[in-house]
């Protein structure tokens, strides 16, 4: 009486090429179409997240610009506050001297306030330019994702024909 066949003996025989199936071409042609289309989305979101750190970067620089000039300006203007002080300490200041002083003084704190509301309009801009900085990491990640994903897909089904 014949013996049975054992399955692990048909587990090593070599699978007979299969017939393609059309719906797994055109998968495998759909894929291959988005394969550039995925590279090129990363590429994109890649340079954006570049754009916006070198945006955040140069934020930073005139943000440091400003306060150095700012604390330039106050410095500046305690120095010349102690001038005009010692210029006229101990004398009669004429009425028109005066004005003067106070007129270089309210240019001052004018020249300083101004540099103060830059600063606050710089600091709300680098908070929002952090955020995009963020959305572009973001989405630069995403998309590398998704072209992986998009790979292992491929060699899976590459795998299973």
Same mark, same amino acid.
């Given at each position: 009486?014949?013996?049975? %066949? ?9 699978? $007979? ?6 719906? *797994? @071409?055109?998968? /495998?042609? *759909?894929?291959?179409? @988005? !394969? ?10 890649? %340079?954006? =997240?570049? %754009?916006?750190? /070198? ?18 300006? #106050?410095? *500046? ?13 101990? #004398? ?5 001297? @005066? $004005?003067? =002083?106070?007129?270089?003084? !309210? /240019?001052?704190? !004018? ?7 830059? @600063? ?12 995009r900085v963020e959305e572009a990491k973001r989405q630069a990640e995403l998309q590398q994702r998704e072209e992986e994903r998009l ?11």
């Open positions: 009486m014949p013996r049975p %066949r054992s399955r692990a003996k048909n587990r090593y025989l070599p699978d $007979e090429p299969r017939p393609a199936d059309p719906e *797994s @071409l055109q998968l /495998q042609h *759909s894929l291959e179409v @988005l !394969k550039p289309i995925r590279a090129h989305r990363r590429l994109m979101a890649e %340079r954006r =997240w570049r %754009r916006e750190r /070198q945006a955040l970067a140069q934020l930073h620089d005139r943000v440091q610009e400003r306060q150095a000039e700012g604390e330039r300006r #106050r410095q *500046s203007c305690q120095q010349r506050r102690g001038e005009l002080a010692g210029e006229h300490q101990s #004398r009669r200041i004429s009425h028109e001297s @005066l $004005e003067q =002083w106070m007129g270089e003084e !309210k /240019q001052l704190l !004018k020249s300083i306030e101004a540099i103060d509301r830059e @600063l606050h309009q710089l600091q709300q801009s680098l908070e929002e330019q952090e955020g790979m292992l897909f491929t060699q899976a089904l590459e795998e299973e024909s």
